[in-house]
């Protein structure tokens, strides 16, 4: 009986790795232009995203840190510029955002903002962050990602 | 300069400095801490509302006089939005906007003529202010500043654009200088076409007059008149909008 267990624990043990392997074949975390990242897309996160009781928060593995708002050293002024480190754990954050298994438009920063994206950042007219792929911050997200102007149309997916 | 408006920027002055305290720093650079751009009055042009920082911790207790059911085209409408004085100050954003999220009408500060101690600042000042958002919409926005009433005129288009809606964020500081433990409020109200007016119960208008003057001439063929010759009758449901289609 000792041994079946042992053999199951095993086979099982076994397939978890098996399936870690292929997940991690499969999915990509793409590193887009940091420079770029600093100039166009952190101002646009930091807007639409980094609000203190959404990606402003600790506690969400996607989090925004900046001036008015999350503060990555909690000695920080509130109100103080942008530091290095927050810029870098902004990006970083954002960055991993943009993992995706084939098309980085299906990464969640680039799915989730988007409408039927399951997002909660919806008014009380159940409209999304951004209406369409036409919107012109989520342009420069998609731009950013894709490392060159999007051309595709707004209703292809 | 008197003592009175230095007093009033010095004032400002300070409530900038504190940041979301005031309005005055959502046209900033987000950069800078502002919202750039983003007024957070929950409506469906800005997309975001009070509680996107602030967490709830009780309503401010809004009370919302003076708008229609439905406005009349080019109509003006002076709409006065109140709030208990005790026991947080309260900040105040505003806005009009049509069924696609842009501006409409024109939204202006109530005339100082009208003003009441109510709409003033505890140090007499009067701090509301406009400010340009994008796709065409203006903001109306109120500092904390120890006023108990904000009010504004609001002048519907010079056409049927349909239902408006008033979108409105207050939040009620706990004076900590950071977003939890503050009340927040959130309104949007839907405001009627001049249709919907027409169709409402209503004790004029065309279809009144043409169904007195078939009762009339009913009475004088001394026909038995079955049917009312009201025009009242229940506005159509319907009138919220849907979803945005910008």
Redesign the interface.
């Known amino acids: 009986m000792r041994t079946w267990i042992r053999r199951v624990a095993v086979c099982g043990a076994l397939a978890q790795i098996a399936a870690c392997d292929a997940e991690d074949e499969a999915t990509q975390t793409p590193a887009p232009d940091y420079d770029v990242f600093v100039r166009d897309v952190?101002?646009i996160v930091?807007?639409?995203c980094g609000?203190?009781?959404?990606h402003?928060v600790p506690e969400r593995p996607f989090r925004v840190f900046?001036?008015?708002?999350l503060r990555a050293d909690d000695d920080t002024p509130?109100?103080d510029?942008?530091t290095e480190d927050e810029l870098w754990f902004s990006y970083q954050r954002t960055r991993s955002m943009l993992t995706h298994d084939g098309d980085v438009r299906s990464s969640l920063l680039l799915r989730k903002p988007l409408p039927g994206g399951g997002h909660r950042?919806?008014?009380?007219?159940?409209?999304?962050?951004y209406?369409s792929r036409d919107d012109a911050a989520y342009r420069v997200l998609l731009d950013w990602a894709l490392e060159e102007p999007w051309t595709g149309d707004s209703s292809d997916s | 300069m008197d003592w009175r408006q230095l007093g009033f920027v010095v004032g400002l002055g300070l409530l900038a400095g504190l940041g979301f305290s005031t309005p005055a720093a959502y046209p900033q650079p987000v950069t800078e801490g502002g919202g750039g751009g983003r007024f957070f009055t929950g409506s469906h042009g800005d997309a975001f509302g009070c509680v996107s920082c602030h967490p709830a911790e009780g309503t401010v207790g809004l009370v919302l006089d003076g708008l229609p059911e439905a406005y009349q085209p080019g109509s003006t409408y002076t709409v006065t939005v109140t709030w208990p004085d005790e026991p947080r100050p309260v900040s105040v954003v505003a806005e009009w906007v049509d069924d696609d999220g842009f501006g409409v009408g024109r939204t202006r500060l109530a005339p100082e003529s009208i003003l009441e101690d109510e709409d003033r600042c505890a140090s007499g000042s009067v701090a509301p202010a406009l400010y340009d958002a994008e796709d065409e919409r203006t903001v109306i926005g109120m500092p904390a500043c120890g006023a108990t009433q904000l009010r504004l005129q609001w002048t519907a288009p010079e056409a049927d654009v349909g239902t408006v809606a008033f979108h409105l964020g207050a939040v009620g500081s706990d004076d900590s200088e950071d977003p939890s433990g503050d009340a927040v409020e959130q309104r949007s109200v839907n405001v009627a076409g001049p249709d919907a007016a027409a169709e409402g119960c209503s004790t004029g208008g065309r279809s009144t007059h043409l169904s007195l003057l078939l009762l009339l001439l009913g009475l004088r063929l001394r026909r038995n008149v079955t049917r009312g010759s009201s025009s009242c009758r229940r506005a159509p449901r319907g009138h919220v909008p849907s979803t945005r289609g910008r």
């Not at chain 1, 900046?66 to 708002?69: M, Q």
């Not at chain 1, 950042?121 to 962050?129: I, K, L, M, S, T």
Request: net charge neutral.
């Open positions: 952190y101002p930091l807007r639409d609000m203190l009781t959404c402003g900046g001036p008015g708002r509130r109100f510029p942008v950042g919806v008014d009380a007219y159940g409209a999304p962050v209406e």
